[in-house]
């Protein structure tokens, strides 16, 4: 099976609650490369209930997509450099300088959501990504993303 973004993370940067390998207690988004975008899935529990019965409370959407678009920069930036995660070269990671989202639906508890990324613009150490997050086809939210690369 494929490794996700998140898997070739260097260990000192594994840790977020969102998308760390090493953080016993998070969520451990898995965030792929596939073709022009970056897709993720996620499950989320009954336990991430928002002020809608049923629904996932806000923060938690905006966690997936910040983890998700941070994952997107780092495949993108891989993809621009013709290279590959977990190649020889000094591993690729990003933080997270802007987040903006649009809420556009409540989002269900309990069901598979779809997470995606979409390269708008690679420039030096920043990247700009959209974002979208839906549940059985609907979107339930948009995003964008400013992502830095971390220097060594």
Not at 14 to 40: I, Q, R
Not at 52 to 74: E, F, I, K, T
Not at 122 to 131: A, C, I, P, S, Y
Request: with cysteine.
């Amino acid at each position: 099976m494929k490794k996700a973004i998140q898997d070739y993370y260097p260990e000192n940067f594994s840790h977020c609650y969102g998308c760390g390998k090493n953080n016993p207690d998070g969520h451990h988004l898995k965030s792929y490369l596939d073709s022009e975008e970056v897709v993720a899935r996620f499950t989320p529990a009954a336990k991430y209930t928002g002020g809608v019965p049923n629904h996932v409370y806000g923060g938690m959407v905006a966690s997936l997509l910040d983890c998700h678009g941070a994952a997107s920069a780092a495949g993108f930036t891989y993809r621009a450099q013709n290279r590959e995660p977990g190649d020889d070269g000094a591993p690729i990671r990003f933080v997270t300088a802007s987040l903006k989202v649009d809420y556009l639906r409540p989002t269900p508890i309990g069901v598979e959501l779809l997470l995606t990324g979409k390269l708008r613009s690679l420039e030096g150490r920043k990247v700009w990504v959209d974002l979208s997050l839906a549940a059985d086809g609907v979107t339930c939210a948009k995003g964008e993303m400013l992502a830095i690369l971390v220097r060594e």
